[in-house]
């Protein structure tokens, strides 16, 4: 049986927009797994995959300040998240802000109950 926040948080993550499509196949591919033979393994590609893709804060917003960042938000857009970036560092926290990064970082904090 698969823990409950666990799940949410799974849950949670896919269904960011700024989740990609590989973590969304890596959190699927565990779902399915859970309570097989097969969770182990799926459990271990999806920590894999939470490593490649739950993103530092300093990273995104360097991204989010630079020439591309702009290109792919909008100007406008990519100044309001550096901002928030801005905010959140000075606060202390060290994991991008998306919903993605947030629940990803909970999942890998909490891997043991994969």
């Not at 990519?78 to 926290?93: H, N």
């Not at 994991?95 to 993605?100: D, E, G, L, T």
Request: hydrophobic residues 50%.
């Amino acid at each position: 049986m698969a823990n409950e926040a666990l799940m949410k948080k799974i849950e949670e993550m896919t269904a960011a927009p700024s989740c990609c499509a590989e973590l969304k196949d890596a959190a699927k591919k565990y779902v399915d797994a859970v309570g097989t033979d097969a969770q182990k393994a799926a459990a271990e590609d999806l920590i894999a995959e939470l490593k490649e893709d739950v993103q530092p804060l300093d990273g995104v917003r360097a991204f989010f300040a630079s020439d591309a960042g702009a290109a792919v938000f909008g100007k406008e857009q990519a100044a309001k998240m550096t901002a928030i970036a801005d905010e959140k560092l000075a606060a202390g926290e060290k994991i991008c802000f998306c919903a993605a990064c947030q629940a990803g970082n909970w999942i890998l904090e909490h891997q043991e109950l994969l």
